[in-house]
């Protein structure tokens, strides 16, 4: 047996969900998008006023990465992938923000889990449908 033809008989596993692993790229890109708004803030001509638009804009880069991820990872059902990932994430960033900074319930929540599911589910449409 050709030692060079060993490796395409052996089957890939994908380790970890696609909503885990969807969590972790959305994660990565919040934190990429909070650094990138504070170096603007500090540098930057960005005024604190423009901080709440430019996070949720954020959450939805965010969620759309993220969901790209799951809807590419799970091969099917993307916007279904996406939209859970979107309502997840959403849900995760409320209860973090409302232990840390004690952040009441408010319509800006509701905005955040409609862009996260939105986002989310566009992501995991367009992530479904990439070619490899």
Do not use: C, Q
């Amino acid at each position: 047996m050709n030692p060079m033809n060993a490796n395409k008989n052996v089957n890939h596993v994908r380790a970890g969900s696609p909503l885990l692993s969807g969590l972790l790229y959305a994660s990565v890109w919040l934190a990429a998008g909070a650094v990138l708004l504070s170096l603007l803030l500090h540098y930057g001509g960005l005024k604190e006023d423009g901080l709440p638009a430019g996070a949720l804009g954020i959450h939805g880069i965010s969620t759309l990465a993220g969901g790209f991820v799951s809807g590419k990872r799970s091969g099917f059902k993307g916007w279904y992938y996406g939209g859970a990932l979107g309502l997840i994430y959403g849900l995760l960033v409320l209860i973090i923000s409302f232990l840390a900074a004690d952040a009441a319930l408010s319509s800006r929540t509701a905005l955040l889990l409609l862009i996260a599911a939105l986002a989310g589910s566009f992501g995991g449409m367009i992530g479904v449908n990439w070619k490899k």
